[in-house]
């Protein structure tokens, strides 16, 4: 995840999008890879059948158990929320160092997007020398601008494929899952918007505009859970927007019609590169009616973009819309998105 030049910064686009681009639109969603790879994750329950991590499957992290009694922390934030995430080798190979970075970016979010705070990092990387040393020097400057501590990990050099995989911690006051998505709530995109694409993969990085303020960007969904104002939230990853909506609404199997003129964007990314790309820092979170305002003020006080872009409703479909045309993505009764057990 190259540093790439700085950008201005981003833009609400509001262009209508014309009624058979609308059309194709969801059709290039419906059909995309990277969604199309998260049926992959039904092999879980393959096995597993229907376990539970909090109360059914496809959150960001898990719920493994309470901090130990009689201290501050525990207090304020008794639940442990864990999680990991594996880099694809390929990229590992290509970009040892941009790979530290997603290593601790993605369990960053993750835990974020579960309401709780980052507290700590193990990673596994086994590589030659030369991409471990990139790999960690990449961990260890994205643990710097997240506030997060690397506690260690294993480390196996060899010269054959690389694999790097990383763990995350957190603590959470209350915990944001899919379970409590509702009909009635708002779906708030929240995002940050400076940054530019890179060529070579389907990334927004905002590294070089942001810096350390992401620490305190991610903090955001830890204070909005505590106090109510977000009670389900999903980071935006390798599936794209949509696709990170579809697997947020798969449990409760509920729909929504996205407006595509309200999500926030870069001036000079296309919509359909932008709801396909994996951003730094975009997460969908679902929002009890009148508590709209606190939580887009909680992401505008930072200066980052955030937007109500529809409403959950009982249809089941999942859809986008841009002035008065609207075409369906999913239909989530039948279509699976991850395919695991409820």
């Not at 260890?140 to 010269?159: K, P």
């Not at 000079?268 to 606190?294: H, I, K, Q």
């Not at 249809?315 to 991850?338: E, Y």
Request: charged letters at 15%; glycine letters at 10%.
């Amino acid at each position: 995840m190259r540093i790439g030049p700085v950008a201005t910064r981003g833009t609400m686009v509001s262009d209508a999008i014309p009624g058979d681009a609308v059309r194709e639109l969801a059709a290039h969603l419906r059909s995309h890879p990277a969604l199309l790879a998260k049926q992959g994750i039904k092999l879980v329950s393959d096995i597993f059948g229907a376990a539970s991590w909090v109360h059914g499957p496809g959150d960001d992290g898990a719920v493994v158990g309470r901090s130990a009694e009689g201290s501050d922390e525990a207090s304020a934030a008794p639940h442990v929320i864990a999680c990991g995430e594996a880099l694809l080798p390929a990229f590992v190979a290509h970009d040892p160092y941009g790979a530290g970075i997603a290593a601790v970016l993605t369990n960053v979010n993750d835990i974020a997007a579960m309401g709780a705070t980052p507290v700590a990092i193990v990673d596994t990387i086994v590589g030659s020398a030369d991409l471990a040393r990139e790999a960690l020097r990449g961990m260890r400057d994205a643990c710097g601008w997240y506030d997060v501590e690397l506690i260690g990990g294993h480390l196996t050099l060899h010269d054959g494929p690389p694999a790097l995989s990383a763990f995350g911690v957190g603590r959470a006051a209350a915990v944001l899952s899919t379970t409590n998505v509702a009909v009635g709530q708002s779906l708030i995109v929240a995002a940050n918007t400076a940054g530019r694409m890179r060529t070579d993969f389907p990334f927004f990085p905002s590294f070089a505009e942001r810096g350390n303020e992401m620490a305190g960007d991610v903090r955001i969904l830890a204070s909005i859970a505590a106090t109510g104002v977000c009670v389900a939230a999903k980071d935006v990853s390798m599936a794209g927007l949509v696709g990170s909506l579809a697997m947020l609404l798969e449990w409760s199997k509920l729909g929504i019609a996205v407006n595509l003129d309200a999500v926030p964007r870069p001036g000079d990314v296309p919509m359909r590169e932008w709801l396909t790309c994996f951003p730094a820092y975009a997460f969908l979170l679902c929002v009890p009616p009148g508590r709209e305002s606190e939580c887009l003020a909680a992401f505008h006080a930072r200066n980052l973009e955030a937007a109500v872009v529809g409403q959950i409703d009982e249809s089941g479909m999942l859809s986008v819309r841009s002035a008065d045309q609207q075409a369906t993505v999913l239909d989530l009764a039948v279509d699976p998105v991850t395919g695991l057990a409820r």
